[in-house]
Nanobody
Framework: QVQLVESGGGLVQAGGSLTLSCAASGSISRPNVMGWYRQAPGKQRELVATITSGSRTNYADSVKGRFTISRDNAKNTVYLQMNSLKPEDTAVYYC?????????????WGQGTQVTVSS
């Protein structure tokens, strides 16, 4: 089993920045892929960004150039640096770990952390 614990959410004004962290614990093997997804009220959960244990990244078009995903494999922790935040970034952000770098293996989710961007 794998446990994911997110931190760093909060309230920020438009144009501001936040950094999310997600620490994974338990039975973790590599390669794997970790990432961030978000779900706004009334909308489906969507991909924000992912990063493989080999540091290959993927971003949603809506966050390219504003968000940066990174990870520390020694700490099994993934980060999401969010800059130039917009009200439409408001959502619950969820951390995800997939046991395969392809993203097609067993996966685990964190409990979510709220990000609210005021206009």
């Amino acid at each position: 089993q794998v446990q994911l614990v997110e931190s760093g959410g909060g309230l920020v004004q438009a144009g501001g920045s936040l950094t999310l962290s997600c620490a994974a614990s338990g039975s973790i093997s590599r390669p794997n892929v970790m990432g961030w997804y978000r779900q706004a009220p009334g909308k489906q959960r969507e991909l924000v960004a992912t990063i493989t244990s080999g540091s290959r990244t993927n971003y949603a078009d809506s966050v390219k150039g504003r968000f940066t995903i990174s990870r520390d494999n020694a700490k099994n922790t993934v980060y999401l640096q969010m800059n130039s935040l917009k009200p439409e970034d408001t959502a619950v952000y969820y951390c995800n770990l997939n046991r395969r770098a392809s993203g097609l293996g067993p996966e685990y989710w964190g409990q979510g952390t709220q990000v609210t961007v005021s206009s």
